[in-house]
Structures are given as C-alpha cells and as structure tokens.
C-alpha cells in the first residue's frame, strides 16, 4: 500500500446540500469525496450501513450483513417518487417531521424512519403500477437473481418481523420461527407485496450506491467500510442460520482496564465447528458483499474471529466467562483462516482487510496479523509504555495511523484532559518539539497543526483522521456503553460545500508524501 491520507465520517453525519432528509444519503458520498480529494485524502471511511435492530441508532447490531439501511436511500434521487407526486403527496403530518429533522443539529432517526418509509412505499406502488415489462423492471428482476443468495432471507425475514409487530423471531409462532417449509411458503405468498416492496428498496439502494462509488472513484477517492464483528440476535442471517450460533450465551469482551466487568454486547456465539463443517458459508458471502460496496474495509473487533470471548445470554454473569475456542493454537487456526477468506488478496477479490486490533488484544494475534500483512491501528494517544510515547515515525509501514476513533473522545479536548506529566511526555514525542518549550496546556490551532503533521509524518501507510478532529472540532460520534439520544447522531455543523480549509490539509499530505494526484 503507497502512503496515503484518509478520513473517517459515519454517512448520517454528512451534511451536502439543501435536498438533504435530515441526514447524510448514498449520493452525498460524492460531494464528500471531490472535497476529500482536494484536501489531499485519497479515502473516505465510512461506518457501517446496515438498518440496526429493535430500532437501535448504533448500525454494530444489524437486521443483516448485507443489506443497506433504507434510511440512506435518497428520495429526491428517485423517478418513482417524483411520479408518485413526491413530498407533496406525503401527508402534512409527515412533511412537518421532514422539515424538523432537516433544521435540527443532530440526526432524528425516528422521524427519518417515518417519513422514508411512507415514501418508498408510496414510489414502490408506483412502480409495481406503471414498471411492468420496463426496462427497469428487468433490471430489478436481474438484480434480485445476482443477490438471491442474502436478499431472499433479508425480504422475508423484514416482511414477517413487520408483519408480527416487530415481535423478535425467537417469540414468533412456531412454524415460522422455526422455518417449516409450508409455512414459510404460505408467507412468501401472503406477503408477496412487501417482500416486493423490499426487494425494491434494495435495488434502489444498489443503484445509487455502484454510481457514488464510481464517481468517487473518478475523483481519485476509494470508499472504506466497516465489518462489524456480528449481527443482532434478531436478524435475518441468524433466523436463517440458528444452527450456526449459540443463542444461549452472549458475546463480549473480558474485563479490561477501561472496564472492571468486561462488556455485554446482547449478540449471540459463533459455533465455529459447525460453521467449519459449512465451509464458512456465511463469512464468505460477508466478503463478497463488502468488495462489491467498498475498495477496503475495517473488520471490527478482530480479536474476536481468534477466540470469541462469552458469558450465559440471561441472568448474572458468573465466573470470568470463557474464550471459543478455547487452546491458543485453534484460535490463531481460525483467525488466519477467517482473515483469508475475508481479505481479497487472497479470494480473488477488490477488498482489502484492516483489521480494528483495539483493547485487549494478545501478542499471538499481533504476531499473526504481521505475517498475514494485515495492518492494525496505531492510535497516538495510546501508542505508549506507561509515561513513554511511541514515536510515530516508527510505527510499521503495515499500519493505520490516527488521532481516535468514532468511539474516542475528541483529539482536542483528550489533549485538553492530560495530567501535566503526561502531557509533557506526550510532547516528548519527536515530532512535537516546536510545542515542547511553551508545553501549552490547552488545544489550539497550533497544537492542532503540529499534532496532525506528527501522525501525517508517521511510518504508517495509511493516516486516517476522524473529520472532526480534521479541525480541532469537539463533537463526537459515540460513548461506549452510553444510551442516549447523543450517540449516533452527529450531523456535521455546515454543508461540506462550505468547509473551505483544504489547503491546510493538502498540504499536510504533500509534505508527507500522501498526496496522490
């Protein structure tokens, strides 16, 4: 991998224009990426796309792996509904909570939901009306042929969780929770118009996504995703492969330094034999999946296709839980084979892997991560041995370099929080000298400046920056383990047409070698 600059912003916090429905959309991805580009990034990460579960904001527990959120389907993009008379035809009661969110500084993920499915529905009807024999109808009949393999599953598992009042499947009638074939084919009869409307939705998605990323493309941007690590209990690829996992306990990360019990994270457990046994079925299609929407991507918790760490799913947690597998040489086995088969390098496929090695992660994983080429994250903040700092400019070449996350607070105000010893050995840090002699004790434009060209400056391949702290912003996108109407809803505060400081940021990727023109 060449020297490279990114940058990180979920796509509902993308603000670009004044057609926008309260919240970033696919097509916004290109006005995004022609400013990426001129301010010297040559990727743009995105998180994940895929419709949370049980009406959650945070997309790491999805309905599916595969499908894309309606929610960042552009409306205004569509012939259908303009046809279908667009938002005018839309009741007056949902044009006020359209208008709502577009004005209001954080994403309404309620109203959006709201709105947007009345209009896709009402552009669906339109099109079952008027499409039949069409070119597009075709088009859309091909479509549900290529992808049959995820969108089946995804169609009807949506129609059925609609229809039983968004009851999760485990509490569902028996036959269909447990997948009798009658009944399942009654279904697919009796909800024939939703699974259509479904399937269309996802088509449209399709669209706009293949034509964002080509023109990205064609400003010289590649567009990075995130695999998160699991699905919800309550998805379509757990219903449709129960035997695959163990719904009886739940997946988490042990106690750490950041957390005295550990995580519960609610998902449930990979039976890696019997998914063995399967040839990986289902993690094989994940990887055909994310090459057909990104260039490269981020695996989420990459510790986790090692050894699987878990607790019992209901009541207290005793005992310090347990890892699957459980022997160190199994567990480095599954890793390296899961890896391979997500990383195109290996399948024959577009995808490049980065794997998220944050937190508790082994020596043994680091050391397979080295030989399989896979680069982690180097993170400045926490790239030390107690009071010591890493020097960047060390850091691997095999590496993603970067000021935070989307889970970390801002770079500003973690700056802002040091200890005065740990802040004047942070400015130990080579880089940092024209800082060391004023060792100031708030962040500023300089501090800023001087940062960023440390880690732009560093031996990593890839810099990713979090947008915000692109600009010594203070918004962040998520507290860990914090519910509340904050996390997951951070909109950009103007139009990116309006964020004029590319040159700055050119130029930090010039001078670093990671301007590619």
């Known amino acids: 991998m060449s020297r490279r600059a990114g940058v990180l912003i979920p796509l509902f916090s993308i603000r670009a224009g004044n057609r926008s429905w309260g919240l970033g959309e696919i097509p916004d991805l290109v006005p995004f990426s022609a400013w990426a580009a001129r301010a010297g990034f040559s990727v743009v990460q995105i998180l994940p796309v895929n419709e949370p579960s049980g009406g959650q904001a945070s997309p790491y ?75 597009r109808a075709v088009e859309l009949e091909a479509f549900a042929r290529e992808e049959s393999e995820w969108l089946d599953e995804y169609t009807l598992f949506g129609a059925l969780h609609d229809e039983q009042g968004s009851v999760a499947w485990p509490d569902w009638p028996l036959p269909i929770r447990d997948r009798d074939p009658a009944a399942l084919a009654a279904a697919r009869v009796r909800l024939a118009e939703l ?60 106690p750490d330094a950041f957390s005295e019990d550990g995580q519960d994270w609610g998902l449930p457990v990979f039976r890696w034999d019997v998914i063995a046994k399967g040839d990986h079925v289902w993690m094989r299609a994940r990887a055909r999946r994310a090459a057909e929407l990104y260039g490269l991507f981020r695996v989420d918790h990459v510790v986790g296709l090692y050894r699987t760490f878990y607790r019992p799913a209901a009541g207290p947690h005793n005992g310090p839980g347990r890892f699957t597998p459980e022997k160190q040489e199994d567990q480095t086995q599954l890793g390296e084979h899961t890896l391979t088969l997500l990383d195109g390098r290996h399948e024959g496929g577009a995808g490049r892997v980065i794997a998220e090695d944050l937190g508790v992660v082994p020596d043994f994983v680091r050391a397979s991560l080295r030989r399989l080429a896979i680069p982690g994250y180097r993170v400045l903040r926490w790239e030390k041995d107690l009071l010591v700092f890493r020097d960047p400019a060390r850091w691997p070449a095999v590496s993603v370099g970067t000021t935070g996350t989307h889970d970390t607070e801002s770079l500003s105000d973690w700056f802002d929080a040091l200890e005065d010893d740990e802040r004047r050995a ?92």
């Open 195 to 254: 699974i259509a409307e479904k399937r269309y939705i996802q088509w449209i998605a399709q669209v706009q996504w293949h034509t964002a990323r080509e023109d990205a493309l064609r400003s010289g941007v590649e567009l990075m995703g995130d695999l998160p690590f699991l699905v919800a209990g309550d998805s379509a690829d757990i219903w449709s492969r129960a035997h695959e996992f163990r719904l009886d306990l739940s997946t988490g990360v042990p």
């Open 426 to 517: 942070f400015l130990e840090i080579p880089a940092l000298a024209p800082l060391r002699a004023s060792n100031p004790r708030r962040f500023d434009s300089d501090v800023r400046d001087t940062i960023l060209a440390c880690v732009y400056g560093s031996g990593s391949d890839l810099v990713l920056l979090p947008f915000q702290d692109a600009f010594g912003a203070r918004e962040r996108v998520n507290v860990p383990g914090t519910v509340n109407n904050e996390n997951w809803t951070y909109r950009m505060p103007v139009d990116i047409g309006d964020v004029d400081d590319v040159d700055r940021l050119a130029g930090l990727a010039e001078r670093s070698g990671r301007l590619r023109r």
């Open 61 to 135: 527990a999805a309905k599916t792996a595969f499908a894309i959120d309606p929610v960042y389907v552009a409306l205004e993009e569509m012939e259908d509904f303009h046809a279908a008379g667009g938002l005018a035809a839309l009741p007056a009661d949902l044009q006020a909570r359209l208008e709502a969110a577009r004005s209001s500084n954080r994403v309404r993920w309620e109203d959006i939901r709201l709105v947007k499915e009345a209009a896709l529905r009402m552009a669906h009807r339109h099109f079952a009306a008027h499409a039949k024999g069409s070119r």
